[in-house]
């Protein structure tokens, strides 16, 4: 059957006292109508899919563009009836089921939005009911629509929380806000919504007096296990929900052969990818297309955004890795940074305090404490002493280094970019230097050591003399 899907995403989200659109906040590694999108697509190709927006349209649309939905712009945010009243011109000729989700439930899943559409859709009940909707049970329903049944069972009524009678306050069986309508009986009655409560908006929900009226049957999808459905309205809710998918991601990660320890500390976006017996420590991030290979080590603290390791790395605490890719059997940190397309190669060590930007350092190189390369091009088996500094940037341009295979680079060297230091080379300790070394070559550029004998004992011995007795 041809079924749509209208996701209503224009709301501000009063309650979450933000000046984002609640459906930009993100939770579990994604923008909360994301979530919404992916489960949508179980039921409806991206083309069948609207997504109402209203406040930051703009952001929003772009945000969803690359998954290929349709847009409408719901210009005064009127209720949730009004919003799917918006979405009507992007579904001309459209005569099956109609799907409608809110875009503030993010941990609905595409399971659950087809066991809908086919409770609906199935032929038993097709002719009989008009409507399904999701409902469950909560223990404490504050600020949900409550459901009212008939006496067959049926979906007389949905209240909302702020109209709802002390009687009516009782009930807790509650309206998620998913819904699955005969697309021609939505449409021939929507008109008939009025804004008859305190806020003056049209509420979706007064669809299932409308239908009853008219005679149809509404029936409910009731789901034992709410924890799908909650529903962000605050910044407490989205903390809780965001717990709830990082927890499912790291739960996926560990089934699949992955140690996390504490892992309740561990955040892990949704795309990142990580290799079996990999030790991932306590209160660490991985985020964006991090992907890992195995039997790697990732330490605690770390924060890896779109890097990527193979196997058998290890990360020692505290390190921050950017946009990079460390080859197998290297080594980074503690306190680590590594950013912007550098690479760190084969067993190569980066240590503490190091800093890698746009740098590729070859096979088997170290450079193991207080380092900044940037701009460079590092061969294999060279070594960088402490304290090695290039100086990539002359106020208005940035510049290469250079360094051949197996150089070795004293500590507190300072390579003036541009700079080629040739294989097998050797810089003293110390040096500034701002001409290229010839391969093999030693470079000396620091004031050569004075050395006055004694002196000490000649001072104490003037100092003495000149002390009244
Ligand atoms: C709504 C339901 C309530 C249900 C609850 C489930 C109504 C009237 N009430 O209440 O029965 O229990 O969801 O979570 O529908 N939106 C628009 N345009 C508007 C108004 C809202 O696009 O003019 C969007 C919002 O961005 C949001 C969604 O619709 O994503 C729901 O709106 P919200 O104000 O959060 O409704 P609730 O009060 O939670
Ligand atoms: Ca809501």
Same mark, same amino acid.
């Given at each position: 059957?041809?079924?749509?899907?209208?996701?209503?995403?224009?709301?501000? =989200?009063?309650?979450?006292? &933000?000046?984002?659109?609640?459906?930009?906040?993100?939770?579990?590694?994604?923008?909360?109508?994301?979530?919404?999108?992916?489960?949508?697509? *179980?039921?409806?190709?991206?083309?069948?899919? #609207?997504?109402?927006?209203?406040?930051?349209?703009?952001?929003?649309?772009?945000?969803?563009?690359?998954?290929?939905?349709?847009?409408?712009?719901?210009?005064?945010?009127? $209720?949730? $009836?009004?919003? #799917?009243?918006?979405?009507?011109?992007?579904?001309?000729?459209?005569?099956?089921?109609?799907?409608?989700?809110? =875009? !503030?439930?993010?941990?609905?899943?595409?399971?659950?939005?087809?066991?809908?559409?086919?409770?609906?859709?199935?032929?038993?009940?097709?002719?009989?009911?008009?409507?399904?909707?999701?409902?469950?049970?909560?223990?404490?329903?504050?600020?949900?629509?409550? #459901?009212?049944?008939?006496?067959?069972? $049926?979906?007389?009524?949905?209240?909302?929380?702020?109209?709802?009678?002390?009687?009516?306050?009782?009930?807790?069986?509650? /309206?998620?806000?998913?819904?699955?309508?005969?697309? !021609?009986?939505?449409?021939?009655?929507? *008109?008939?919504?009025?804004?008859?409560?305190?806020?003056?908006?049209?509420?979706?929900?007064?669809?299932?007096?409308?239908?009853?009226?008219?005679?149809?049957?509404?029936?409910?999808?009731?789901?034992?296990?709410?924890?799908?459905?909650?529903?962000?309205?605050?910044? #407490?809710?989205?903390?809780?929900?965001?717990?709830?998918?990082?927890?499912?991601?790291?739960?996926?990660?560990?089934?699949?052969?992955?140690?996390?320890?504490?892992?309740?500390?561990?955040?892990? !976006?949704?795309?990142?990818? +990580?290799?079996?017996?990999?030790?991932?420590?306590?209160?660490?991030?991985?985020?964006?297309?991090?992907?890992?290979?195995?039997?790697?080590?990732?330490?605690?603290?770390?924060?890896?955004?779109?890097?990527?390791?193979?196997?058998? +790395?290890?990360?020692?605490?505290?390190?921050?890795? *950017?946009? &990079?890719?460390?080859?197998?059997?290297?080594?980074?940190?503690?306190? &680590?940074?590594?950013?912007?397309?550098?690479?760190?190669?084969?067993?190569?060590?980066?240590? /503490?305090?190091?800093?890698?930007?746009?740098?590729?350092?070859?096979?088997?190189?170290?450079?193991?404490?207080?380092?900044?390369?940037?701009?460079?091009?590092?061969?294999?088996?060279?070594?960088?002493?402490?304290?090695?500094?290039?100086?990539?940037?002359?106020?208005?341009?940035?510049?290469?280094?250079?360094?051949?295979? =197996?150089?070795?680079? $004293? &500590? /507190?060297?300072?390579?003036?970019?541009? +700079?080629?230091?040739?294989?097998?080379?050797?810089?003293?300790?110390?040096?500034?230097?701002?001409?290229?070394?010839?391969?093999?070559?030693?470079?000396?550029?620091?004031?050569?050591?004075?050395?006055?004998?004694?002196?000490?004992?000649?001072?104490?011995?003037?100092?003495?003399?000149?002390?009244?007795?």
């Amino acid at each position: 059957m041809d079924t749509a899907v209208v996701i209503l995403a224009a709301g501000l =989200g009063t309650r979450m006292k &933000s000046k984002r659109a609640k459906v930009l906040h993100g939770a579990g590694g994604r923008a909360l109508v994301e979530h919404v999108v992916q489960a949508a697509r *179980a039921v409806a190709t991206p083309d069948r899919i #609207v997504v109402v927006t209203g406040h930051q349209a703009g952001e929003v649309e772009a945000l969803l563009a690359p998954t290929g939905v349709q847009f409408a712009r719901q210009i005064e945010q009127k $209720g949730t $009836g009004h919003a #799917v009243l918006c979405a009507r011109k992007k579904l001309k000729r459209h005569d099956g089921l109609l799907m409608v989700l809110y =875009g !503030d439930t993010p941990l609905l899943s595409g399971a659950t939005v087809r066991a809908l559409y086919e409770t609906q859709a199935s032929i038993k009940t097709a002719s009989k009911a008009a409507a399904t909707l999701i409902t469950t049970t909560l223990t404490d329903p504050t600020g949900y629509g409550r #459901v009212i049944l008939n006496e067959r069972g $049926g979906v007389e009524a949905i209240v909302e929380h702020k109209a709802a009678t002390p009687a009516q306050l009782e009930v807790r069986l509650i /309206n998620s806000g998913i819904y699955c309508f005969r697309a !021609d009986l939505l449409w021939k009655h929507i *008109a008939e919504i009025e804004p008859n409560n305190p806020a003056r908006e049209l509420y979706l929900t007064d669809m299932a007096a409308i239908l009853n009226k008219h005679g149809h049957r509404v029936q409910q999808f009731h789901l034992a296990d709410s924890s799908e459905l909650l529903g962000i309205n605050t910044r #407490v809710e989205l903390a809780e929900v965001d717990r709830i998918l990082r927890a499912r991601k790291t739960r996926e990660l560990m089934l699949a052969g992955v140690t996390i320890e504490r892992p309740e500390t561990v955040t892990v !976006d949704p795309q990142v990818r +990580v290799g079996s017996d990999t030790l991932i420590e306590p209160f660490v991030r991985l985020l964006g297309n991090t992907s890992i290979g195995e039997e790697c080590r990732i330490g605690q603290g770390s924060i890896l955004e779109s890097a990527a390791l193979a196997h058998h +790395v290890t990360i020692a605490p505290y390190t921050l890795i *950017a946009d &990079s890719r460390i080859d197998p059997g290297a080594q980074a940190g503690p306190f &680590s940074r590594i950013r912007m397309d550098a690479q760190v190669g084969p067993e190569a060590r980066v240590g /503490n305090f190091v800093e890698l930007k746009k740098t590729r350092l070859g096979a088997g190189s170290k450079s193991q404490h207080l380092a900044y390369l940037g701009d460079s091009d590092i061969g294999e088996r060279v070594n960088i002493g402490a304290g090695t500094i290039t100086c990539n940037y002359d106020g208005e341009k940035k510049h290469q280094t250079k360094i051949g295979a =197996g150089a070795f680079v $004293g &500590s /507190n060297s300072t390579l003036v970019a541009p +700079v080629d230091i040739g294989a097998e080379s050797y810089v003293g300790a110390g040096s500034v230097i701002t001409n290229n070394v010839p391969a093999k070559a030693l470079a000396l550029g620091r004031q050569r050591q004075v050395l006055k004998l004694d002196w000490a004992t000649n001072r104490k011995k003037k100092v003495s003399k000149k002390k009244p007795q």
